[in-house]
């Protein structure tokens, strides 16, 4: 059974920073394309930013140059270090895993809350 586990949100002015982790464990790592995922209140999830096994990256047009996605497969680790944030940016992020797009191959974590608030 893969597990993901969110850390790292919290509330933080406009402007400001946070670096999310997912460490996940269960699964050879290395072998999934990661993808970090928010919902706003009221509004659907969203793909935030993906990064491949291979380390390419692809990010939403409203977070691009503002936050960066790594991942560290020594550690079965991905981050995502946010920069700049708004309070439109506010909402429960999510990690993901996917192999291939294979039913049964797709994991999610349980979020972690960001809160972008003056």
């Known amino acids: 059974q893969v597990q993901l586990v969110e850390s790292g949100g919290g509330l933080v002015q406009p402007g400001g920073s946070l670096r999310l982790s997912c460490a996940a464990s269960g699964t050879t790592f290395s072998i999934y394309v990661m993808g970090w995922y928010r919902q706003a209140p009221g509004k659907q999830r969203e793909l935030v930013a993906t990064?491949?096994?291979?380390?390419?990256?692809n990010y939403v047009d409203s977070v691009k140059g503002r936050f960066t996605i790594s991942r560290d497969n020594a550690k079965n680790t991905v981050y995502l270090q946010m920069n700049s944030l708004k309070p439109e940016d506010t909402g429960t992020y999510y990690c993901?895993?996917?192999?291939?797009?294979?039913?049964?191959?797709?994991?999610w974590g349980q979020g972690t809350q960001v809160t972008v608030s003056s």
């Open positions: 990064i491949t096994t291979g380390g390419n990256t």
């Open positions: 993901n895993a996917d192999h291939l797009g294979i039913p049964g191959l797709n994991y």
